[in-house]
């Protein structure tokens, strides 16, 4: 478990064959879980996310639950200790409640930030997994279903196939390298969260999935992918929608466009000064 009150540090590259667990780990981490109508799951995520990162801080942010998540969280905030939410006023997606938890992270201090559901679709004992890889180097460490050791138990095979194939479709178009680039259980360190100029983030669902790992890329970011089992959520109704997957694949599109736009325009300026 994550020893308390160690000094803060900046994050450092692990020294070559060095082993570096949580006992060790002395940066402060925030974990953000958006929220509407999690009634159901919140209380026993937020312990969860207690057993995993014993010391870390969390935010929920709300989107105005109708069924009271905000107060039930309030209510917890007492016996889990640096619990925080984040009120605001109607649905406005999900990487807007990102944006939203990332600025009030950074704002507050803290090293990284860690994104992740709160229907039990992201198992909280995988966090320190997560966390730990910051240690050597990377500034975004995604929980990846596609690398050796990931998986999806509980899926038909037409979900696996458009989930897997708007993966490959991301990566060829964008030039990722990631396996995973939808995915939305990830850790990012502060470093590359303020490079990457928040307000400048549009998408939500799986395009901010996307964009954000494109944005990481394109500053040089080091990324990394450590293996998950997704499983579907335990209580509560999916917000996924088919309007927020084409979102994702029409800018996928758009992002390509101008990959190659800004390709051409380099070759052009290269061929120009030879």
């Known amino acids: 478990m994550l020893a308390c009150g160690a000094p803060r540090r900046l994050f450092s590259r692990a020294i070559a064959g060095a082993r570096t667990d949580l006992h060790s780990l002395a ?7 958006p929220t509407y109508n ?3 799951n919140i209380e026993a995520i937020l312990r969860a996310v207690r057993g995993a990162l014993p010391c870390a801080g969390i935010l929920v942010v709300d989107d105005g639950s109708p069924d009271g998540t905000a107060d039930l969280v309030e209510k917890a905030a007492g016996e889990l200790g640096e619990v925080h939410v984040l009120r605001r006023h109607g649905k406005s997606g999900l990487g807007s409640a990102y944006r939203a938890g990332f600025r009030w ?10 994104e992740m559901d709160a229907d039990f679709s992201h198992d909280p004992a995988v966090l320190p ?4 890889r910051l240690e050597e180097g990377y500034e975004l460490v995604i929980g990846s279903r596609y690398v050796p050791g990931g998986k999806i138990p509980n899926w038909s095979w037409y979900r696996h196939l ?8 991301a990566d060829i178009v964008l030039g990722l390298g990631v396996a995973d680039s939808t995915a939305g259980f990830r850790v990012y360190a502060a470093s590359v969260l303020r490079r990457i100029e928040l307000d400048r983030v549009r998408a939500d669902g799986y395009g901010f999935q996307i964009e954000m790992t494109y944005r990481t890329r394109q500053l040089g970011g080091r990324i990394s992918e450590v293996p998950i089992s997704f499983v579907d959520r335990v209580a509560g109704e999916s917000k996924m929608s088919w309007v927020i997957v084409a979102e994702a694949f029409a800018l996928v599109a758009w992002w390509g466009v101008l990959r190659l736009v800004r390709g051409a325009r380099r070759r052009l300026g290269a061929a120009r000064t030879s």
């Not at 940066?27 to 879980?33: G, H």
């Not at 458009?162 to 479709?169: A, D, E, I, P, V």
């Open 105 to 114: 992270g950074l704002e507050a201090g803290y090293d990284a930030c860690v």
């Open 162 to 169: 458009l989930s897997w194939g708007g993966n490959r479709y």
């Open 129 to 132: 997994s997560l966390v730990t």
């Open 38 to 40: 999690e009634a159901e």
């Open 27 to 33: 940066v402060r981490v925030l974990v953000v879980i």
